[in-house]
């Protein structure tokens, strides 16, 4: 037998490492062979398999005896231990035999019988939910009472408006919105002071009824799957009133003007006293310059600064309503002389009244953009008997006087000529810087309509002056434009 017939005894891994000294000295086997693993069959005929080719008897492999025996013993006591156990179960399973008629008969018994408690226990809840809905009737509703709130309510508020910890329903940050500082771009949502004033100003004004059941389309689409909290609402509570004390803040510009205008100063004196006294640089010409440019800018700050004294070009403050001329006199072409009735036969304008947004606005009582926060404030303006408190933007000086009926009825101008394009204006603002010089100029660049308009009647000599072919047109300024007594008397 050669070493591979050998090898191909066992079929996994190597079991047989050590052959005994007789067997290797009979020269029946020359070397020390390894032979797979196999399992427990394969052991016992790889034994007796040696047993027959090498005639070695039971000292062939001692691993192979030594798992024998074992096996042989374990099975020896499993018949042992099997004969012990058998006859307490065989007795367990004649007493479990023995007991099912009779558990099977006292089911139907203790069946009846939670029948019967059921039935007792449902008559008695009855009665309990009964007397309580009486006691409840016949007590008076707790009412919601404000105030009361502590640090940790206000913390916890802010946190849940600012969307840095989740509410019950979800995540939402109010803040992404309800912008809680002063903005120089337009939201059409309200701002978190907006709401908290309106909080303030009413006091059956309940948050968790706003948020759980909206009343308009925009509130039911921003606020989809978002419900507060009885804990929640006070905790929010708790913030408008922080919000309230401290108001909306101020919307400050960052001061680049000051900072140049101070820093050349500063720089200017340094080059002066280092000029004089220190004389650090050697350079002369570096003071010299340094003079020169600080001059001729402080100069010119001076000069600019002089000119706009007393003038608002650009002026656009936060009106009480968010009210858009994009959207009435650009999208819905709404004539101005609807809302400003007087500005044909009047000095100003007009500011429209509440009547005049009512109109329309007492059957469109939402915004496709702003919802109704804004629109409300019509009707609360309307029952509260106040007029809406507009902001002006386009206002003169005290000594200087100005007729809107001569320029539009009389002079024939359009709105857009002083007013710039305001159908294109969300928000409103002044559009030219309307100085004294600017209107000396209007009068003396552009033609009157002065042919055929009977407020211009008493110029015989001028309109002789066109029928005689002498001049084509009347500038402003040859009919009193440039009369100081026309403005300022």
Request: net charge negative; aromatic share 8%.
């Amino acid at each position: 037998m050669n070493d591979y017939e050998l090898a191909r005894i066992g079929k996994r891994e190597t079991i047989f490492y050590n052959f005994t000294a007789e067997a290797i000295n009979t020269g029946q086997i020359k070397s020390l062979l390894p032979l797979q693993r196999a399992g427990f069959q394969n052991v016992l005929k790889t034994y007796k398999h040696l047993n027959r080719l090498i005639g070695v008897g039971k000292q062939v492999c001692y691993v192979c005896i030594q798992t024998n025996n074992n096996m042989h013993n374990t099975f020896k006591e499993g018949i042992i231990r099997l004969g012990k156990v058998f006859p307490m179960v065989l007795v367990l399973l004649i007493s479990i035999i023995c007991w099912l008629p009779k558990a099977v008969q006292g089911q139907d018994t203790l069946a009846g019988e939670a029948e019967g408690v059921v039935e007792t226990v449902d008559s008695l809840v009855e009665e309990t939910a009964e007397a309580a809905a009486e006691i409840t009737e016949n007590q008076p509703a707790e009412a919601y009472a404000r105030g009361g709130y502590s640090k940790q309510d206000l913390r916890r508020g802010e946190r849940l408006f600012k969307g840095l910890v989740p509410f019950g329903s979800g995540a939402h940050s109010c803040a992404s919105c309800h912008y809680t500082s002063r903005t120089d771009t337009l939201n059409w949502n309200p701002s978190a002071f907006d709401l908290a004033l309106a909080w303030h100003k009413d006091p059956e004004y309940r948050i968790q009824q706003k948020m759980n059941n909206p009343t308009g389309m925009r509130m039911m689409t921003d606020h989809l799957d978002m419900t507060v909290t009885l804990e929640e609402e006070r905790q929010l509570e708790a913030y408008y009133e922080a919000i309230l004390e401290e108001g909306p803040g101020e919307l400050r510009a960052y001061p680049v003007n000051s900072i140049i205008f101070w820093g050349l100063g500063v720089l200017m004196l340094l080059a002066v006293v280092d000029l004089l006294i220190t004389k650090k640089v050697r350079f002369k010409a570096i003071h010299v310059l340094i003079l020169i440019v600080g001059l001729v800018v402080h100069m010119q700050y001076a000069v600019a600064e002089s000119r706009n004294l007393g003038r608002t070009q650009g002026y656009a403050p936060d009106q009480p309503i968010k009210f858009s001329h994009l959207v009435h006199a650009g999208e819905n072409a709404i004539d101005c002389n609807y809302c400003h009735t007087v500005n044909q036969f009047s000095p100003s304008s007009g500011i429209p009244s509440n009547n005049t947004c009512l109109n329309c606005h007492g059957v469109i009582r939402e915004g496709t953009r702003s919802g109704r926060f804004e629109i409300n404030k019509i009707h609360q303006a309307e029952e509260s008997g106040k007029p809406i408190e507009w902001l002006r933007i386009h206002d003169l000086p005290d000594h200087t006087f100005y007729s809107h009926a001569q320029h539009v009825n009389a002079g024939g101008l359009e709105c857009l000529e002083c007013h710039g394009t305001v159908e294109e204006m969300h928000v409103l603002y002044q559009h030219a810087d309307l100085s004294m010089g600017w209107c000396l100029t209007c009068h003396r660049d552009n033609d009157a309509d002065f042919v055929g308009n009977p407020y211009f009647g008493i110029y015989k000599q001028l309109h002789q002056d066109i029928k005689d072919g002498k001049i084509d047109a009347v500038k402003a300024a040859q009919i009193g434009g440039e009369d100081c007594m026309k403005c300022h008397y």
